[in-house]
């Protein structure tokens, strides 16, 4: 089984940066896709973006929703099972808490349901 570990986040302000991190516990990250997701207050659980595993996660195919495309940067590093997201020029309107989600089976979704594993998720708040 594996285990996401998340870390990272915390409190910003308006315009700073922050990096979440997503580690396996295990083995390997066990998954072809990590994708990342976030729930504000009140609001339903939105796709953020993802990386797809391409023989390397330094060499995966990255996606971004529109609201994060030119702030939000996906990586991975297989030597240390992990992946990460970088987000800059941050808003107040980023404040969620933030998942990073593992997928067993290739191909890009936007939907948590089609992932398998969960990280236990990050809290950032950022300030204006």
């Known amino acids: 089984q594996v285990q996401l570990v998340q870390s990272g986040g915390g409190l910003a302000q308006a315009g700073d940066s922050l990096r979440l991190s997503c580690a396996a516990s295990?083995?390997?990250?066990?998954?072809?896709?990590v994708g990342w997701f976030r729930q504000a207050p009140g609001k339903e659980r939105e796709f953020v973006g993802a990386?797809?595993?391409?023989?390397?996660?330094?060499?995966?195919?990255?996606y971004y929703t529109d609201f994060v495309k030119d702030r939000a940067t996906i990586s991975g590093d297989d030597g240390k099972r992990s992946v990460y997201l970088q987000m800059n020029s941050l808003k107040p309107e980023d404040t969620a808490i933030y998942y990073c989600?593992?997928?067993?089976?290739?191909?890009?979704?936007?939907?948590?349901?089609?992932?398998?594993?969960w990280g236990q998720g990050t809290q950032v708040t950022v300030s204006s």
């Open positions: 990386i797809t595993w391409s023989n390397s996660w330094k060499y995966g195919t990255t």
């Open positions: 295990g083995r390997g990250l066990g998954s072809y896709v």
């Open positions: 989600l593992g997928r067993t089976v290739y191909g890009f979704t936007t939907s948590d349901g089609d992932y398998n594993y």
